[in-house]
């Protein structure tokens, strides 16, 4: 009989064992790894892409960075990225409790007490006294409860997903930032170049204008319009280093250290630029929608309380359990008063089994009103589903609009230089043969500053965009933080 219970009752496990020793096997392995969503199924560890921890990764000031490098770097170093690791893990320590619904409880139990009792009888009361003992096990084992562990273990299981999900976003949204603040960074030094090139022509045109003042052949008010362009031309030089050290600060900050660290970082010059759009807008909208992982988080939400609704419905249902007691009890210098003062000790094996049934007729509409409330919750995270869905969508038209736009204002730009460097170039050997005027030279500078300023910001816009439409259509990873 022993042998056929265990045989029943083995049908009462989970389909899976759990690990024991591992709570955290369905969470990242790492809070620089990305999750992949095999793990959950396989339930097996995957490679390390880096296995380094933030203590033996420390920034090398002789390293040129480029943009892999300091993404690897942020997810090392960003706290954030920490928490999002841990959040997963909280996630996965759940999922392994709600799954431990599945096995039988087992405590063990001890006391010991002295007793007096008295009981009244004819002609006065009987008295007996002593002191006992017991100890034992208790057994509680839900053997059928009409899916409520089932939705249960579910609901931690999608809840786990989110959390990977969320994760694996956590990143992507850092190397986005890191993206981002790198290439103003380095659009704030390459302006710095600019204004200091400027300023260097400023101070070329006034020392030639100061020449000519010397021979005759230009006036005080020539000069001061030289001076005064240079003074303008050192403000901006000024004004381009202050953008640096706040650019810096951004940065810095992405990367999770200290802005006092000085990282040798690749020139924005040869970060490579995207040559085109070649998928169309719909298509990446497509894979967006298959791929982004806070649409997936919102999704596994999505079936949690789903998986809520069925648990709130099984509570209309009884439940079926087993329960018992094995343990030993022991009575010692046991004595009664009258008939006389003999005492007496006794040592037994008790124990009990029970088959329990628990059915609630009647809760103050509880459990009607519980559906209801998670019914509402669900139909509320569908619409939350829905609407980061439109979102997505919105957000990689616009990137994609916007990329578009850069890739055209691009080309411009580089024309726009072109023709500004030779026009320089021309007013400044015009007025050095006394063909032109130092209006017209300062003129010519003017438009050369602004128009290597918008060569700048052209590309860096151009770059910007690219990797705000990576982020959106959810592609973004590690491999591929410097791909166009």
């Known amino acids: 009989m022993a042998i056929a219970i265990a045989l029943v009752l083995t049908a009462c496990v989970p389909p ?11 969470a990242p392995p790492d809070p620089a790894v990305d999750w992949h969503e095999d793990r959950i199924s396989t339930g097996t560890q995957q490679p390390l892409l880096s296995s380094r921890p933030l203590e033996e990764s420390p920034i090398d000031t002789r390293q040129t960075y480029d943009l892999p490098a300091l993404v690897d770097l942020a997810l090392h170093a960003n706290p954030e990225t920490r928490v999002s690791w841990e959040e997963a893990k909280a996630a996965a320590a759940g999922f392994e409790r709600n799954r431990s619904a599945w096995y039988p409880t087992l405590t063990a139990m001890a006391f010991g007490q002295y007793f007096k009792t008295s009981f009244p009888i004819p002609g006065g009361a009987l008295v007996s006294d002593g002191h006992s003992a017991y100890g034992g096990l208790d057994l509680a084992w839900t053997l059928f409860d009409f899916g409520r562990r089932e939705a249960l273990v579910d609901a931690g299981a999608q809840r786990l997903n989110a959390a990977n999900f969320a994760f694996n976003r956590k990143h992507q949204e850092i190397a986005f930032r890191v993206a ?13 170049t600019a204004a200091q090139q400027t300023f260097e022509s400023a101070r070329a045109s006034s020392a030639s204008v100061q020449a000519k003042l010397g021979k ?47 990282l040798k970082l690749i020139d924005l010059s040869k970060l490579p630029l995207p040559a085109g759009l070649v998928p169309s807008v719909e298509k990446i909208v497509d894979q967006a929608l298959e791929q982004r992982p806070d649409l997936m988080a919102r999704l596994a939400e999505l079936r949690a309380r789903e998986a809520e609704v069925k648990k709130a419905r099984a509570e209309f249902w009884p439940k079926f359990s087993l329960g018992g007691t094995l343990g030993n009890q022991y009575w010692g210098n046991v004595r009664t008063n009258p008939p006389g003062n003999e005492t007496y000790s006794a ?23 519980a559906v209801h409330e998670a019914e509402a919750r669900k139909e509320a995270s569908r619409a939350e589903l829905e609407t980061l869905r439109l979102e997505i969508m919105r957000d990689i038209w616009k990137a994609y609009a916007d990329t578009k736009t850069a890739l055209e204002k691009r080309e411009f730009a580089l024309a726009l230089l072109k023709a500004a460097e030779e026009s320089y170039a021309a007013t400044e050997e015009s007025y050095t043969h006394g063909f032109s005027t130092v209006i017209e030279l300062l003129s010519a500078l003017k438009d050369l500053a602004r128009a290597r300023y918008t060569e700048i910001d052209s590309r860096a816009t151009l770059l910007r965009s690219a990797a705000t439409l990576v982020y959106a259509s959810g592609g973004q990873s590690r491999g591929d933080s410097n791909s166009p």
């Open 347 to 369: 040592s037994n094996l008790v124990g009990t089994a029970m088959l329990n049934v628990e059915w609630t007729l009647f809760d103050g509409f509880e459990r009607s009103n």
């Open 16 to 26: 899976s064992a759990v690990q024991f020793d591992e709570p955290y096997l369905e």
């Open 216 to 262: 005759g052949l230009a006036t005080r008010p020539d000069l001061l319009l030289a001076l005064q362009e240079q003074a303008k031309s050192s403000y901006d030089l000024q004004d381009a280093r202050g953008s640096v050290l706040q650019a810096k600060a951004d940065l810095t900050t992405n990367l999770g250290i200290s802005p006092s660290y000085t």
């Open 180 to 192: 981002s603040s790198f290439f103003a960074y380095q659009a704030a030094v390459a302006k710095v």
